[in-house]
């Protein structure tokens, strides 16, 4: 076992001795992309493009600076600049090995909680020219059926009255760019990465419903010199676990506070759709289009709704990881059953995809076994996540009279999820949803009004009037009330 060595600047060279650093000099980098929401998805992918790119020589103006807008964000904070905002990339195969890299292209980080004029200034600096965005499907403030501005978010409410104060991605971004219209500058690419369909069209139509509430002149100028890429991303980033850092200090030498691991599948397919300048990503495996639309769609449907079939039936069945899902015969054909029959009808053909390998893959990626995406955390925030990933396929097949079954039972299970609040073993789940509360009451209201849980027309939209659906789904939470078993249920349908 070697010592292991203090992930930091000074000790990158030693540290080269045992695993890859970077070649480049990070001092010389200026910052020329300010980074909202910097998990480990972020690093594990925009960051990692940047610094591929950097490793070759290029985009030396081309740094990353992350911004935390949340209290939450400050543990990171904290480590990153301890570690002179180096991180380890651990990428897990599935045959066991493990490729660990030293990550350098993020050189600077910014709570906007504690300093948010350092924030805008730092966003408005004249080098900065995108602003991408990893701020999940709950931080974009929208009604999901309705596609709306909340403008009821207190938040919204203190930044209307107090610009200079901002405490949303949208107070900061609107004063940035104020700064930079009355100082002459051009605007800077806003970059969404987040798994949204339309995701840059979504960003682009809140940033300028904010706006024109608070400045409808900035507002204009925004609409005019402001481009919005949509962008689709891939790579399976589970939670950074505690063994996960024992390992690579002790097989690798290498004391990093916060690594972060993913799989080997990497992918990122973005619009050429820039204000003022790009790094050449594509030198690194970046795919430009002209119209990203069928590739989001092609990944929320199939991946991120496969993921959350899987998360939701899983939880209730009493498996922990993703991979152990997979790896049970019956979740497995149900998880392809759903992708065959009801998610790739309403895709259409996609240019450069093989949909049928495309799957195939996908099944592959989730069921690595070193990956272990644990349960718990495909199906958090799922009142964020289902009205973009399954919600849809099942109101687009309705329309086209195709199958719907696969999908329903997803929300039966939902809705026995957020009532029981325990597995079908009686094991308690922890639930993590932002409507936690009124998901629950609603829920518990199932076994005297059977579609008190899909009323919710923010989230189901109007499938309580579909009498198609309305007799699948009670059906489906009849017997699962009944019987409590998930998984026979599966079985008879496949």
């Excluded at 203090?6 to 070649?23: D, H, M, T, W």
């Excluded at 050429?272 to 300048?277: A, L, Q």
Aim: glycine residues 6%; aromatic residues 8%; proline residues 5%.
């Amino acid at each position: 076992m070697k010592t292991p060595i203090q992930l930091q600047q000074q000790n990158l060279a030693e540290l080269g001795s045992r695993i890859p650093v970077p070649i480049y000099n990070r001092m010389d980098n200026k910052i020329g992309i300010v980074h909202v929401g910097v998990g480990g998805f972020h690093r594990a992918h925009q960051a990692y493009y940047l610094h591929q790119l950097r490793q070759l020589g290029e985009a030396s103006n081309w740094g990353i600076c992350g911004i935390g807008l949340r209290e939450a964000d400050t543990k990171l904070s904290d480590i990153l600049k301890k570690q002179d905002h180096l991180y380890t990339l651990m990428i897990k195969h599935p045959d066991g090995n493990i490729e660990t890299e030293v990550i350098g292209s993020i050189v600077d980080f910014e709570m906007g909680t504690t300093n948010p004029e350092k924030v805008i200034a730092r966003i408005a600096n004249a080098d900065t020219k995108i602003v991408s965005l990893t701020i999940t499907e709950g931080g974009y403030n929208f009604n999901p059926t309705t596609g709306k501005f909340n403008f009821d978010n207190p938040d919204i409410q203190h930044e209307l009255r107090h610009p200079q104060d901002p405490k949303t991605i949208y107070g900061f971004l609107t004063e940035a760019l104020k700064t930079r219209r009355d100082s002459g500058l051009p605007a800077f690419t806003v970059m969404s990465c987040d798994n949204i369909e339309h995701n840059g069209d979504m960003a682009r139509k809140m940033l300028l419903t904010f706006a024109e509430a608070q400045n409808p002149d900035l507002a204009k100028w925004i609409a005019q010199e402001v481009c919005f890429p949509n962008s689709m991303v891939d790579r399976i980033t589970p939670v950074t676990a505690k063994t996960d850092i024992e390992i690579l200090a002790q097989n690798y030498g290498v004391a990093d506070a916060w690594p972060v691991t993913c799989e080997p599948f990497i992918q990122w397919v973005v619009e050429d759709k820039f204000s003022n300048g790009r790094p050449a990503f594509e030198k690194v495996g970046v795919q430009f289009v002209p119209d990203v639309g069928p590739y989001e769609k092609m990944k929320l449907r199939l991946l991120n709704a496969g993921h959350s079939v899987l998360g939701i039936l899983g939880a209730i069945h009493g498996h922990l990881t993703i991979n152990a899902c997979v790896e049970d015969e019956v979740f497995a054909n149900y998880l392809r059953a759903f992708l065959d029959e009801e998610a790739t009808p309403v895709l259409g053909d996609i240019e450069g995809i093989n949909l049928k390998n495309y799957k195939n893959s996908l099944l592959e990626r989730f069921a690595n076994p070193n990956i272990k995406d644990s349960v718990g955390r495909i199906c958090s925030e799922s009142s964020a996540k289902l009205p973009k990933f399954l919600i849809p396929t099942i109101h687009e097949n309705l329309a086209i009279g195709r199958s719907i079954k696969f999908a329903t039972l997803v929300l039966a299970a939902w809705c026995y999820y957020s009532d029981k609040e325990t597995d079908q073993n009686g094991q308690a789940l922890k639930i993590i949803d932002a409507m936690h509360d009124e998901l629950h009451h609603t829920a518990s209201e199932t076994k005297n009004n059977p579609l008190a849980f899909i009323k919710h027309e923010s989230l189901f939209g109007n499938l309580a009037k579909s009498n198609n659906f309305i007799r699948i789904y009670t059906s489906m939470l009849e017997e699962l009330y009944k019987n409590n078993k998930i998984d026979k249920m599966m079985q008879d349908m496949i």
